[in-house]
């Protein structure tokens, strides 16, 4: 129950900050939204990757722009399975300013183009610096350990 509250704050105050940004902010284009799936990506400047360990499992999508072809494309694909994904306690980060040098990219340190995939103790599972399919996330996902253990806690 309360990482499902963590969750659903988290989303509630990060929809809010985007909100408060210019209509074409380059976190948060307008196309990379779903508003019928309900998968609304974090800007990376909001938040912190402290925040949500033992709560969430974070997908960041690092950039160096919003119109880099491989962003919107990994946008997509998280977007087409959003449902799948949420079912299994993922937040969505995205970092298209590597100017702004936000919290998660000191961090993690990305070259150009990059999607990391972190666990909810906070450890880095996978870096890839290309695309990936959702399929594929979710795949890695059920692989790991604590992820095993909720399956089985679900039976």
């Given at each position: 129950?309360?990482?499902?509250l963590?969750l659903?704050?988290?989303?509630?105050?990060?929809?809010?900050?985007?909100?408060?940004?210019?209509?074409?902010?380059p976190d948060?284009?307008?196309?990379?939204?779903g508003?019928?799936?309900g998968?609304?990506?974090?800007?990376?400047d909001?938040?912190d990757?402290a925040?949500f360990?033992?709560?969430?499992?974070?997908?960041?999508?690092?950039?160096?722009?919003?119109?880099?072809?491989?962003f919107?494309?990994?946008?997509?694909?998280?977007?087409?399975?959003?449902p799948?994904?949420?079912?299994r306690?993922v937040v969505?980060?995205t970092?298209t300013?590597?100017?702004?040098?936000?919290a998660?990219?000191?961090?993690?340190?990305?070259?150009?183009f990059?999607?990391?995939l972190?666990?909810?103790?906070?450890?880095?599972?996978?870096r890839k610096?290309?695309?990936?399919?959702?399929?594929?996330?979710?795949r890695?996902?059920?692989?790991?350990?604590i992820?095993?253990?909720?399956?089985?806690a679900?039976?």
């Open positions: 129950m309360i990482p499902t963590i659903v704050f988290s989303t509630v105050f990060a929809t809010a900050a985007l909100a408060q940004g210019a209509p074409g902010a948060a284009p307008a196309d990379i939204t508003t019928e799936t998968f609304t990506p974090i800007a990376a909001t938040v990757l925040s360990l033992w709560a969430s499992r974070p997908i960041v999508v690092f950039a160096n722009t919003p119109a880099d072809p491989a919107a494309e990994q946008m997509r694909h998280l977007e087409a399975r959003w799948e994904l949420a079912a306690d969505v980060i970092d300013d590597p100017a702004a040098a936000s998660p990219r000191q961090k993690l340190r990305p070259r150009g990059s999607v990391v972190m666990e909810k103790d906070g450890t880095v599972v996978q610096p290309s695309p990936q399919d959702g399929r594929e996330l979710i890695m996902i059920d692989k790991m350990p992820r095993r253990e909720e399956m089985r679900i039976r």
